[in-house]
């Protein structure tokens, strides 16, 4: 309560009983604005008063009293339905769009292969299986979104319908398109209990009735409820259906109306180019779908369509549409190309289009009047073999006359990796996209002995991946000091550790293992500058422990390695001992960081990009023999090549891309094993942190014993 209410007497109380010290005049003022509007403070005090179920039954009483009874005009003008044609469009979505939708929804009743479209929605929605139909951008799919959610209202499919845009605002203005059916003339006709008591209840700020029940029909910019109507007793197809418009990031869960709860859903278009290019988004907005908007529905099963554009590779898209729970439908601007196009595309007809295309452009003579010549003059050579998704998508006004050419135009305008993305439905992965098979690796035999190399490869190390359930596989390289790589031996230690284990008794058989492999490539007699050891998960313990002991009892400089995904590494984490270098960086635990002894206490680890590391590892088997950066491999038996060969194709990179965060993430299509790929990318990232093929000093060789087979080494 404010001051100034707390000063102001109540009626029928004496001021001097309250204490008050005012001149007579301004109390009297006082008491006279409180005797003057009495009612208006008891009604607000009534305000606070509960409500209970026969106050709640008298309001509504009265509402329908003073309500619009609209019983002789519904019924008047029911007698004007022409029943024969909404019986005949409401069989399909494509005759109700083509009745009702033209003028409203769409421009012209939809031609060439869009009824293909159309049905492919209408299937959508009459199953339970999650659907998505990918489109080109601009062929009306958002019109189509809206025309299928009036369908689904009007016929009575649905009884609580949901939107979901890429914001807010435009599902909202999906159904605002909703709304503007209403106002169509041929459908008023024949669906007036929608549109009369709509008409008569003023936008929901008038109460209207109809054989004296309340039509309760709502409209805001975020909800539509249609006009509850019975007649002759039976509820209305359409009466009482709710449809809500929610953002992609909006509070979705819990929506019910009543006791309904949601049983369609259309997704439109909710990614965004942003968001899109942004893994980390691209995988909020998937498992917004997949668990948020998925169970709206309760026990009942959710019908559910996401009508979109492919926009690059890994998108939610293509999230989707790998997702095996999902059915997806996709079409295409192109069904099939120009044949002059494909046949010459640097020579032919179209490629003579688009110099004078250009030549108009850069004498900015403001038309294209001398291509459009060009291509009216040779249209039948030029459109050969093409078929387009709609003939009618041209613009006149952009010196345009067929579909065909306005596609080319695209092309030409924004090049045919956005075309082929969002419009053909099939993104570019980019040049980074890595193809490698075996036969690849198998063409890169050096001719050089196990354990020996080509003359100038002085810098040898080695890197084991642990997998100590069944081996322990090394590889040994050595390395010229520009980062050129010879394979000089690879093979597999076997092992059998339980992963059953306690904690102390895995700790010492990996520790064992270790031990006395150790012992075995010690016996090999190789001067090795350093080994690294896998460090990552169950065995690091054991792992990093042994690194810090390997030197003195073995006689082998040895690194524990804790490999990182791109996006994930941190390479400024604050316990690192050195500064970072080439995508690898040497930490510490807590007592190692505060050891400043020579022989310093606690765990050090080195840890290091995986992916940047096996991608370098396949383009160097993808250069040629002996080439500047490649990686050369020894001469073996074809059995144990073979092998090798597999194991470091069976990862494939397919594309990066941007998490949002700076950092960028590499998708892999991955299959085991691919241990040999794993154990030759840490060692190349050991030489590449001791100096190999960087612009740092190069590395010291280790003095020791060389084996005799060892040439060059």
Not at 549 to 560: I, P, T
């Amino acid at each position: 309560m404010s001051k100034k209410a707390r000063a102001t007497p109540l009626e029928g109380t004496d001021p001097k009983a309250l204490g008050a010290k005012r001149p007579a005049g301004e109390m009297a003022r006082k008491v006279r604005v409180s005797t003057q509007a009495p009612d208006l403070r008891r009604r607000g005090g009534d305000r606070h008063k509960t409500r209970t179920s026969a106050d709640v039954a008298i309001e509504a009483q009265g509402r329908r009293d003073t309500a619009l009874k609209i019983d002789a005009e519904l019924d008047k003008v029911r007698a004007d339905i022409d029943w024969e044609r909404r019986r005949s469009a409401e069989k399909s979505l494509l005759a109700w769009i083509s009745t009702y939708g033209v003028g409203v929804f769409i421009d012209d009743v939809p031609d060439g292969h869009l009824p293909e479209v159309v049905a492919a929605v209408e299937t959508a929605l009459g199953t339970a299986r999650p659907y998505q139909v990918l489109m080109p951008r601009k062929h009306g799919k958002t019109s189509y979104v809206a025309a299928a959610a009036a369908w689904l209202m009007v016929t009575g499919q649905c009884r609580f319908l949901c939107v979901v845009g890429a914001n807010r605002d435009a599902a909202c203005d999906i159904l605002a398109n909703i709304f503007l059916l209403t106002d169509s003339d041929r459908f008023a006709q024949d669906y007036p209990e929608i549109c009369v008591p709509i008409a008569r209840a003023n936008g929901g700020r008038r109460a209207v009735t109809y054989r004296d029940r309340a039509c309760n029909f709502r409209k805001t910019s975020r909800m539509i409820r249609f006009p509850t109507v019975f007649i002759d007793g039976e509820r209305a197809p359409a009466s009482g259906v709710v449809c809500k418009a929610f953002g992609k990031n909006s509070a979705i869960r819990g929506q019910r109306d009543g006791t309904t709860r949601p049983d369609v859903v259309l997704l439109d278009d909710i990614q965004t180019k942003d968001s899109a290019r942004n893994a980390r988004r691209v995988k909020a907005d998937y498992e917004r779908i997949t668990r948020d908007i998925a169970n709206l529905s309760g026990r009942k099963k959710l019908k559910i369509m996401n009508a979109a554009t492919v926009i690059c590779p890994h998108d939610l898209a293509e999230t989707l549409k790998a997702d095996k729970a999902w059915k997806t439908t996709y079409f295409r601007a192109f069904i099939s190309w120009p044949e002059d196009y494909v046949r010459h595309p640097n020579d032919g007809l179209w490629a003579e289009y688009f110099r004078i295309y250009e030549s108009e452009d850069v004498r900015e003579v403001g038309h294209h009047r001398e291509s459009l010549a060009f291509y009216e003059a040779h249209c039948a050579e030029m459109d050969a073999g093409a078929d387009v998704l709609t003939p009618s998508k041209f613009d006149p006004d952009q010196w345009e006359v067929s579909t065909v050419q306005a596609y080319m135009n695209k092309i030409h305008a924004d090049g045919l990796p956005a075309f082929n993305a969002e419009f053909q439905m099939e993104p570019d992965v980019g040049d980074f996209a890595l193809k490698i098979a075996p036969k690849d690796v198998l063409k890169k035999d050096g001719g050089f002995a196990e354990f020996s190399a080509p003359a100038g490869y002085l810098h040898l190390f080695a890197a084991t991946d642990l997998n100590v359930s069944y081996a322990l596989t090394t590889v040994i390289t050595a390395f010229k000091a520009d980062g050129s790589g010879a394979l000089s031996f690879h093979g597999r230690y076997p092992v059998q550790i339980g992963g059953k284990l306690n904690g102390r008794a895995y700790y010492r058989a990996v520790f064992a293992a270790l031990t006395e492999y150790a012992g075995h490539l010690a016996d090999y007699g190789l001067p090795i500058v350093a080994w690294g050891i896998d460090a990552g998960g169950k065995p690091f313990d054991a792992a990093t422990d042994f690194a810090k002991a390997c030197a003195k009892v073995h006689g082998v400089r040895c690194v524990a390695m804790q490999g990182v995904p791109s996006h994930k590494l941190n390479l400024m984490p604050r316990n690192a001992l050195q500064t970072a270098r080439e995508e690898c960086v040497l930490v510490g635990d807590a007592a190692r960081m505060a050891s400043t002894a020579k022989e310093p206490a606690g765990r050090e680890w080195l840890r290091w990009n995986t992916d940047l590391y096996r991608e370098n590892v396949q383009k160097a088997l993808l250069s040629p023999l002996g080439s500047l950066g490649s990686l050369d491999l020894y001469h073996t038996a074809k059995r144990e090549r073979d092998e090798f060969a597999v194991q470091v194709t069976n990862e494939k990179l397919l594309t990066k891309i941007e998490n949002g965060v700076g950092r960028t993430e590499f998708k892999w299509e991955s299959k085991d094993p691919h241990d040999y790929l794993d154990s030759t990318a840490a060692c190349m990232a050991l030489a590449a942190f001791f100096g190999v093929g960087t612009q740092r000093a190069g590395v010291k060789r280790r003095k020791g014993p060389r084996k005799q087979c060892v040439e060059c080494l």
